[in-house]
C-alpha cells in the first residue's frame, strides 16, 4: 500500500504539472529577489543624488577666488601729475582719472586709449585737498586753496556709434559749477557727508588748529531743478594734534580727527552748536604709524593701513550705559611692508590693499578672509587700488607709471568657516554674536549668514516637542499594549495613529492664531495642569480602589481607562479657569507682565512652549504606533513565564516586557525626533521665525527647515545667501543622517543585548 503511494506521490513530483508550477515559483522569488534589491539600491542612490547635489550647489562657497591680471599700459595723461581718483564703470569698459591738477581725464580700460579730456573749474586756484562725498553716488568733493568746494560727480554715457555700445565718461556738478566758498585760507584737510536735505562739512585751513564744521541745507529751485546749499549752522572745535585726516560717518554723527601717529579725536557732532568730544584714542601702538585710512563700504567702519603692512578695523560701539567709543574690531595681517592704498568694493563689505612691495592684496572684513594676492610691477611699490563696482576687476597704479587692470572673480568672499560657525562683531553691534540676517534694503548692509542660531532653533524646537511627546506617547503605549484588552486597544491605536494624518499646516495654522494668544491669556492655567493633572488622576485613581468591589468589578480592568478620559478633560478645564486666580493672586495679576517686568524674562507670544504643545501632538502618533508595537509584539512565552513565576504585571512589564521592547521604543523615540527636525510647517507658523539662541521657553527660534521654507523663494540664484540656504539643507540632511546612524547602532547593540531573553 505504501510502495504505491509513494510511485504516486513521485508521478506527481516528477510530472510536468509540477515542474512549471516550480519554476513559476523559481522566477517569483527571482523577480522578487532583484526587484526588491534594485528598489533598495535605488533608494540609496536617490539618497546620495540629493547628497551629491546639496553639495554641488553649496562647494563653490569654498572655491579660493580667481585673480588674474588683464591688461597693463601707461599711466593716461602721464604721470608728470599726482593721480587724485580712479573710477572705473561698472562693464569694466571706460574708467576716469582726476589728477592733483584739476585734469579729467578718460580712457577704455582695455588699452589705456583716452576718449575724454576736461578740467575741473578750479578758477586759478589749486587743489589742496580731496574727499570723497558718496562712492555709491560716484560723489566727490575737493578743497582748494582760493577757501573754496567744489563738488563733482562722475557718470557714464552710453552710445552706439556704428551699432556698437560705447560708454565715455562724464562729470557733473551736483551743486553748480562755482565752488563753494567756505572760507578765506586754504582748506589742508577735508571731510563732507551728504544726506537727502543737508551737507555736513568739515574742514581745517592752513596753518589753524581749528576743526570747523558747517551744515548747508540744500535747496533745489522749482524752474530749473538746480541745488544750491545755503549755510544753516556752524561750530568749531580745537585740535592740539596735527590732523591729517578728517572723517565723517554716514550718519553725519561722528567726526574723527586723526593725526599722522594715529592719535584720534572722537567728537559727536549730532548737536552741531554744541559738539561734544566722545573719545581720545591712540588708533595703534606706539611702533605703528598710519598710512591710508578709509571708511569700508557704508562709513562706518574706518579701515587703517599701517607702515608695518597691517590694516586694522575700527568703529564705534555702545556700552552698557548707552555711550559711544571706538574700539578695535579686526586686524588683517596684509604684508610686510607698508600699505599704500586701501580700495573698497560697492556692494560688499570687501576691499583691497596695496604695498610697496607692489602687491595688489584682496580681502574681506565680515568673513575676515585674505582672499589672495598678486605682483602688480615686479620690484615697483604699488599705489592707488580702484574696485569696479560689480567687483569683478580693479585697477592698480604702480610707482613706475603702470597701470594694472586685474580681472577678478570672487562671487562669495562672505562665506568663511568663521561667518558661518562662529561669533562675528558686525558694524553697530555691542559685541560679538551668533546672528542670522541674510538681506535688507540698504545697499551696504553686512550680510549676517551664521548658521549656529538656526541649528540652535532646530534642536530647541524638537527637544521641547520631545519632552511633551514623549512621556504622554510611551506611556499610552505601554498601557494600550500590555494592559488594556484587545478589543479596547483596537479601537483606540487607529485612533491615535488617525492623528498622524492630520495635516501639518493645520496644526501650524491652529497652533499660531488659536493656541498662541489662548497661551498668552491663559499662561498661569498651562502650568496649572502640570500639577493640577497628575494629582488629579492620582485622586481619582484613590478614590476608584476605595469603592466596593461589586462596583469596580462592573468595569473590565483592560477598559477603566476609558473612564479616565473625562476626568483629564475635566481637570484641563478646570486648570485653566484657575487661571485668572492664580495671576490675580501670585502675579499681580497679570503673569506675562509679571515675567517680563519683574523676573527679566522676556516673552513672545508664539514662542517654545507653544511649539512644545503643537509639534508635540504631532510627534505623539508616530512614537506611540511604534513604541506599541513593540510592547505588543514581545513573545507571550516570556510575559507568561514570568508571571508563572509569581512576578506581578509591573514587575514584568519592568522586568521583561520593556527591556526586550527596548530597541524599538528607542527607535520609536528616534523617529520622533526625526521628525522633529524636519518639521517645517509648525515652527514656520507658530514659532514667530526669530534666529535667537535663547533657551528661555517663553521666546520663539528659527529652524533649518522653517528658515529654507520662508526665505528660498526670496533669495538670487547662485548668490551668497542662495547657496548658504542649500548649505542649511546639507547641515539638516548631514546632521539627520549621523543622528539616525548612531541611533540605529545603538538599537542593535540594545537588541543584542536583551535578544537573549
Partial sequence: MSTTIQNKLDAVLSGPAFEKRIRRRNMANTISKYGISTGGISVIFAVLLIMFFLMYVVIPLFIPPTIEKNTSYSVPGGTVEKSLYYGVDEYQSSAIRFTQSGKLIGFTLADGEINFTDALPLNGAKIT????????????????????????KYGYKVSYPNDVRTITPEVTYPFG?????????????????????????????????????????K??????????????????????????????????????????????????????????LVQHVSLLADSEKPTVIRFLLGDYSLMIGTDKGNIYQWFPVRDEQNEFSLKEIRKFSVSESAIKSIGIELARKGFAATDENGQFHLLHSTSERNLGSRSVVEGQAAGMVTISPRADGAIVESANGQLVHFEIDNEHPDVS????????????????????????????????????????????????????????????????????????????????????????????????????????????????????????????????????????????????????M????????????????????????????????SAGIDFDQRNAMVIG?????????????????????????????????????????????LPTASPGIFSAIMLGFGRGVGETMIVLMASGNTPLMEVNIFEGMRTLSANLAVEMPEAEVLSSHYRVLFLAGLVLFIFTFIFNTLAEVVRQRMRRKYGSL
Wanted: no cysteine.
Fill in 129 to 152: 585737498s580731496f574727499t570723497v562725498v558718496n562712492e555709491l553716488d560716484h560723489i566727490i568733493a575737493l578743497g582748494l586753496s582760493s577757501g573754496q568746494i567744489l563738488f563733482a
Fill in 177 to 217: 559749477e562755482e565752488p563753494l566758498q567756505v572760507t578765506d585760507t586754504e582748506i589742508t584737510s577735508l571731510a563732507v557727508k551728504s544726506s537727502d536735505s543737508e551737507v555736513r562739512i568739515a574742514y581745517q585751513v592752513k596753518g589753524s588748529n581749528q576743526i570747523a564744521i558747517k551744515q548747508y541745507t
Fill in 219 to 276: 535747496t533745489e529751485s522749482m524752474l530749473t531743478d538746480d541745488v544750491t546749499l545755503e549755510l544753516d549752522r556752524e561750530s568749531k572745535v580745537s585740535t592740539t594734534s596735527d590732523v591729517k585726516w578728517l572723517k565723517i560717518d554716514t550718519s553725519g554723527r561722528n567726526l574723527y580727527l586723526i593725526s599722522k601717529q594715529g592719535t584720534t579725536d572722537y567728537y559727536d557732532i549730532s548737536n552741531l552748536e554744541s559738539p561734544s
Fill in 417 to 564: 568657516f568663521k561667518s558661518l560657525w562662529g561669533k562675528v562683531w558686525y558694524e553697530g553691534y555691542e559685541e560679538p554674536t551668533y546672528t542670522w540676517q541674510s538681506s535688507s534694503a540698504s545697499s551696504d548692509f553686512e550680510p549676517k549668514f551664521s548658521l549656529m542660531p538656526l541649528t540652535f532653533g532646530t534642536i530647541k524646537a524638537a527637544l521641547y516637542s520631545m519632552i511633551f511627546a514623549v512621556p504622554i506617547a510611551i506611556l499610552a503605549a505601554i498601557y494600550t499594549a500590555f494592559f488594556m484588552d484587545k478589543a479596547t486597544r483596537q479601537w483606540v491605536k487607529p485612533s491615535v495613529e488617525m492623528i498622524e494624518a492630520l495635516p501639518t499646516v493645520i496644526l501650524g495654522f491652529l497652533a499660531g492664531l488659536w493656541l498662541a494668544p489662548y497661551m498668552e491669556t491663559h499662561l498661569a492655567g498651562f502650568f496649572a495642569i502640570l500639577v493640577v493633572l497628575p494629582v488629579g488622576i492620582i485622586l481619582f485613581g484613590y478614590m476608584w480602589s476605595r469603592l466596593p468591589e461589586n462596583i469596580r468589578l462592573m468595569i473590565p480592568v483592560g477598559r477603566r481607562a476609558v473612564l479616565m
Fill in 566 to 597: 473625562p476626568v483629564i478633560i475635566f481637570l484641563g478645564w478646570f486648570s485653566l479657569q484657575l487661571s485668572g486666580p492664580i495671576e490675580n493672586v501670585m502675579f499681580d495679576g497679570n503673569m506675562r507682565h509679571w515675567l517680563t517686568a
Fill in 613 to 657: 504643545f503643537a509639534m508635540g501632538f504631532a510627534l505623539i502618533p508616530t512614537i506611540f504606533s511604534v513604541t506599541e508595537d513593540a510592547i505588543y509584539n514581545v513573545p507571550s512565552y516570556l510575559v507568561n513565564g514570568s508571571l508563572a513565576l509569581g512576578a506581578s504585571g509591573w514587575q514584568t512589564l519592568v522586568g521583561v516586557v
